[in-house]
């Protein structure tokens, strides 16, 4: 067991921030909390006198804040290679020219593990102590994804990616058959969860089509069926462009949430990212259903031109995470991603153009606060995970990262604690993160 000192800052409710000075924070041996004590607390002192005499007290001074780690609910890690390249075409070309191609590459055990181990050395840089990884289609090399989470310590859900439809997929890269995509499936994950007996962190399966257009009928049903035996997690892409909804539209007659809840694929373990097409319909099936939704603001600008309505649906009672869509997005870091949600928000808001003051824009209540967005980088990616994540608090994971506040323009005359936890959300870049705790396990230290 060992004890934390340090300023915190957390957002216990929706919309709401908490900042404590010097909390002392106590962890068991396996790095969940177990108490968390302000100076005013009756037990404060002895607390710390006893943490100090053990010598087991981490304590850092006023110079650091430590925020919780981020959860990223929607990355691709094969795609880390081409991060900002090529975003200027439609989806569909994209994944044709740019993405099955380069993702093909990773039948190459080499080029696989110099591509995860730079990327996951990336994400614990930028803070992302949780990552929801699409893995590729090669069950071996996406282990190998898994291996290299485990060993660096970060938390991760993975899925080995099916896509067995011929007419969606290019013959160089798509599953042999129905039946291979689905034992490939189930060998990946039985392997994962025997990995994962040996982290503390835990490493987690996941049943992963691509998305409905890149699969036939019998796989999202197989997998469907698989999810459900073994209670697995479920990650696809959802009414994420206008060309992807009209084609299962067009394939089906009905809906993408409506397709992939009769496929069972639907449900409080499935996460699915973007959903900025979701009708009301398919709206009130994720809420009946647990669903949660992945909202990627990067990636949404530039393959739906479009924006999430995330007050909305959070109003709907569907829970949201944050996700950087690496390399629908270009970003790696949460924090950008969290800055993008807030600021498209304020375009979804409503107004009225000056300049044409007869035209009426946008929708009212649309927006969301800082302080919500920092909510669905933590919480809300740990409710959709399923695991006390994102609180400094009882039972909670202790993932932390430490902000050097001095590397941000903060003044001493000038900055309080409302002032700061807004500078550390909107300032932050991976130079300021000192160092980055997953359960209580120090997996990054900033040698700058
Ligand atoms: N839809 C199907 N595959 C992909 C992908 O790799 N990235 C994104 N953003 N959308 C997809
Ligand atoms: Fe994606």
């Excluded at 191609?101 to 102590?129: C, Q, R």
């Excluded at 949780?130 to 291996?147: E, G």
Aim: charge should be neutral; glycine fraction near 6%.
């Amino acid at each position: 067991s060992k004890y934390i000192l340090a300023n915190i800052c957390h957002p216990p409710e929706y919309g709401k921030v908490e900042f404590i000075n010097h909390a002392l924070i106590g962890l068991d041996r396996s790095g969940i909390i177990q108490f968390l004590l302000k100076p005013t607390d009756a037990t404060y002192q002895e607390k710390l006198k006893q943490a100090k005499k053990e010598e087991r007290l981490i304590a850092f001074d006023d110079s650091k804040l430590i925020l919780p780690g981020f959860i990223d609910l929607h990355i691709h890690a094969p795609q880390w290679p081409q991060a900002g390249v090529a975003l200027d075409s439609p989806l569909y070309d994209w994944l044709d020219n740019c993405t099955f191609p380069l993702e093909s590459k990773y039948s190459n055990p080499e080029f696989s593990k110099e591509v995860y181990n730079n990327l996951v050395d990336t994400l614990l840089a930028h803070g992302t102590t949780t990552a929801l990884y699409f893995a590729s289609a090669n069950k071996n090399t996406s282990l190998s994804l898994a291996k290299i989470c485990a060993k660096k310590g970060q938390r991760a859900f993975i899925g080995k990616v099916v896509m067995d439809n011929p007419d969606q997929t290019p013959d160089y890269y798509r599953d042999e058959s129905s039946q291979s995509a689905l034992l490939e499936t189930e060998d990946f994950c039985k392997e994962v969860e025997k990995l994962a007996q040996n982290t503390l962190q835990g490493i987690y399966p996941v049943i992963t089509p691509r998305f409905i257009p890149s699969c036939t009928d019998s796989t999202l049903k197989n997998l469907g069926e698989l999810a459900q035996t073994h209670n697995y997690y479920v990650q696809s892409h959802c009414s994420e462009s206008d060309w992807e909804d009209s084609y299962v539209f067009n394939r089906f007659g009905k809906s993408d949430a409506e397709m992939l809840k009769s496929f069972g694929l639907l449900g409080p373990r499935s996460i699915m990212a973007h959903c900025v097409k979701l009708d009301t319909t398919g709206a009130n099936i994720f809420a009946e259903t647990g669903t949660s939704i992945a909202h990627c603001p990067i990636s949404n600008a530039y393959f739906a031109n479009s924006v999430l309505s995330v007050a909305k649906f959070q109003r709907l009672g569907i829970n949201i995470g944050l996700g950087s869509d690496i390399s629908g997005g270009f970003s790696p870091s949460i924090y950008d991603n969290l800055r993008q949600a807030v600021i498209v928000s304020r375009i979804l808001e409503d107004g009225v153009d000056s300049s044409l003051p007869s035209e009426k824009r946008g929708k009212a209540n649309s927006r969301i606060t800082l302080a919500k967005a920092f909510w669905h980088a933590t919480v809300g990616g740990g409710q959709a995970l399923k695991l006390k994540l994102g609180l400094f608090k009882k039972d909670y994971s202790f993932d932390a990262q430490v902000i050097d506040l001095s590397t941000l323009p903060t003044y001493g005359g000038f900055d309080n604690q409302d002032s700061l936890w807004q500078k550390a959300l909107y300032l932050t870049n991976s130079p300021s993160i000192k160092a980055v705790f997953v359960q209580g396990k120090k997996v990054y230290q900033n040698q700058l």
